[in-house]
Nanobody, 121 residues
């Protein structure tokens, strides 16, 4: 079983950048497909990005070209680099681990507690 802890959230102006981190313990991130999801107030949790065990990536259309997911196996950490942030990116961002390369929330077995990102115009 893997435990996940997100960090790096904050309040920024539109156009700024943030890097979220997801530190894993108990197991290594290299064993899992690692995803980032987000949940805005009053909305359902939605897919943002995923990185597979071999390094392949997939992004939601809403973040493609602005967000980059990466993994550092030595640090047992997954990152989400977010550039050109927009007010609509405001959400709680969650890190998740699973066994299937997927954008579907239900395919992920382990979740962190989330980190808040607020983007003001």
């Amino acid at each position: 079983q893997v435990q996940l802890v997100e960090s790096g959230g904050g309040s920024v102006q539109a156009g700024a950048s943030l890097t979220l981190s997801c530190a894993a313990s108990g197991r290594t991130v290299s064993e899992y497909v690692m995803g980032w999801f987000r949940q805005a107030p009053g909305k359902e949790r939605e897919f943002a990005a995923v990185i597979g065990r071999s390094g392949g990536t997939l992004y939601a259309d809403s973040v493609k070209g602005r967000f980059t997911i990466s993994r550092d196996n030595a640090k047992n950490t997954v990152y989400l680099q977010m550039n050109s942030l927009r007010p609509e990116d405001t959400a709680v961002y969650y890190c998740a681990a699973g066994r299937i390369f997927s954008r579907v929330l239900g395919t992920y077995n382990y979740w962190g507690q989330g980190t808040q990102v607020t983007v003001s115009s």
